[in-house]
């Protein structure tokens, strides 16, 4: 399409101009980048030693994604600067009453300011990403920030900023407009919900949060995107935006121009961006691709290097811009494919899963050799879902009954082979039926979205567990 009448390279330089481009916050004045501190895992570390954790990887600040009493209190003292976080389901409420709002400041933010430092104060995750809640919460998140603004005002507190964090799915085209000159807001939310929320973090001189992931852009476009244009280590590679003229040396620079030029045709294009989550899986499912350690390590750590030199994007360089690694830990209990619980730069009991330095200090080459990759071309043999290992090993016989009892109620025919006098009766066994209904039901429903994960209790393998007369089927049979 023909480049906006806005975007041309003039336009472009004064959005720089306005937006203060100076050193990147989180890689400047000694911090290294944000930590998203998630848990929704078993037995993590307490919060106390989570921040010993935090500060042996070069963390310069901390989001979590509520305002748990006990994590606030770890980080008393630290210094860093903290985000905090209002859950979705209470945004209409918090909408329609400013004392519901000022309740909510009074017991969540007051009892550890200022001793926690709270810079950020963010209400509802994703929100514009869930459809289902489009008429009960998307309206009311303006009204819910504006109540909460003034709760901060009415008590003197005016260096906590307020915003939300959006996913690359409210453009038009998700998370990879490409070229970003073309990119724009969805249309069911760029005039009711979008141009509001820019107008209030103009007003309240707040940032953008944007959750943006280069892993998925390549994963889904595996065949045309460079790996290494996604690592930033893309050398020579260049694309260049044929509506600016502006050359792009890897893929989280396009994605996150893509929502600056978006607001800039809302007329808000001065608004502050700040990486809401940024990151890469260390590990993935069969059916997934490039989710491993070496990927991880080398997107993390390059990442620290390049906002150490304050880069900015192409549309605005040098512009100072909160960035936050996705995630703390491998979170375990998380649902969906198996990228989701692994987005950690530490395993659950602790140990790194790679070494990294947040600041951006450590030379790349006094890294000690990561494990090579062996997923990063799609794997192209059968897969089947099977009860995990773990859950077998440890078995909840109430646990496992219910999800195989879900299982079986799903789709047609799917627990037949197990029933009595049938091929995959014997044996009769929780462990051995489960992995039989896990399957069957997932080879069923897996192309619309089903997952092998069922409460933590399934893996993939590639491994057949057929076993006589008992045939599993396969990925490459459905």
């Not at 770890?74 to 209470?90: D, H």
């Not at 209409?92 to 004392?99: I, W």
């Not at 476009?221 to 280590?233: E, G, P």
Request: contains cysteine; proline residues 8%.
């Amino acid at each position: 399409m023909a480049a906006s009448p806005l975007l041309t390279l003039p336009f472009l330089f004064l959005l720089c101009a306005t937006v203060a481009c100076r050193g990147a916050y989180g890689a400047s004045g000694g911090y290294g980048l944000g930590v998203n501190y998630g848990r929704v895992a078993d037995d993590i570390p307490s919060p106390r030693r989570s921040v010993e954790l935090l500060r042996a990887a070069g963390a310069g600040s901390v989001k979590i994604y509520d305002a748990n009493p006990g994590v606030l209190r770890a980080l008393a003292g630290t210094r860093w600067p903290v985000s905090i976080m209002v859950p979705n389901e209470i945004i209409p409420d918090l909408a329609a009453s400013a004392a519901a709002a000022d309740r909510w400041v009074a017991e969540n933010l007051v009892p550890y300011y200022p001793a926690t430092r709270v810079k950020f104060l963010l209400v509802g995750n994703e929100i514009l990403s869930d459809h289902s809640i489009a008429n009960s919460t998307w309206p009311r998140l303006v009204p819910a920030m504006e109540n909460i603004h003034r709760s901060l005002r009415k008590r003197g507190i005016s260096s906590v900023k307020i915003g939300t964090t959006l996913a690359m799915d409210s453009l038009a085209d998700g998370a990879f407009p490409r070229p970003p000159s073309a990119a724009e807001f969805r249309a069911d939310i760029a005039e009711a919900v979008v141009r509001p929320l820019l107008h209030f973090l103009n007003g309240t001189n707040s940032y953008y949060f944007v959750d943006a992931y280069p892993y998925f852009v390549w994963a889904d476009n595996n065949l045309t995107v460079s790996l290494d244009y996604a690592l930033f280590q893309g050398g020579r590679l260049r694309y260049v935006d044929p509506g600016t003229g502006l050359a792009y040396t890897n893929l989280l620079d396009e994605m996150l121009d893509a929502v600056v030029i978006a607001m800039a045709k809302l007329g808000y294009g001065h608004v502050k961006l700040a990486i809401a989550e940024t990151g890469w899986p260390n590990g993935c499912d069969y059916d997934q691709i490039g989710g491993n350690v070496h990927n991880a390590a080398i997107y993390n750590r390059n990442l620290a290097v390049r906002m150490v030199k304050n880069p900015g994007t192409p549309v605005r360089p040098g512009a100072n811009m909160p960035v936050f690694v996705f995630s703390l830990y491998n979170e375990d209990l998380k649902p969906g494919p198996g990228t989701e619980r692994h987005w950690g730069l530490y395993y659950a009991n602790g140990t790194a899963v790679y070494e990294i330095d947040l600041t951006g200090r450590r030379p790349l080459w006094s890294y000690p050799p990561l494990p090579a990759p062996e997923n990063n071309t799609p794997y192209k043999g059968p897969i089947w879902c099977v009860l995990s290992a773990a859950a077998s090993n440890k078995l909840n016989e109430t646990a496992v009954g219910n999800a195989l009892s879900y299982a079986c109620g799903q789709g047609n025919g799917t627990c037949d082979a197990i029933q009595p006098g049938k091929m995959c009766y014997m044996p009769n066994t929780t462990v051995a039926h489960a992995s039989y209904a896990f399957n069957s039901y997932w080879q069923q429903f897996r192309k619309i979205g089903a997952t092998c994960y069922f409460n933590n209790l399934a893996e993939q393998t590639i491994k057949d567990p057929s076993h006589g007369s008992c045939k599993f089927p396969s990925s490459l049979d459905s």
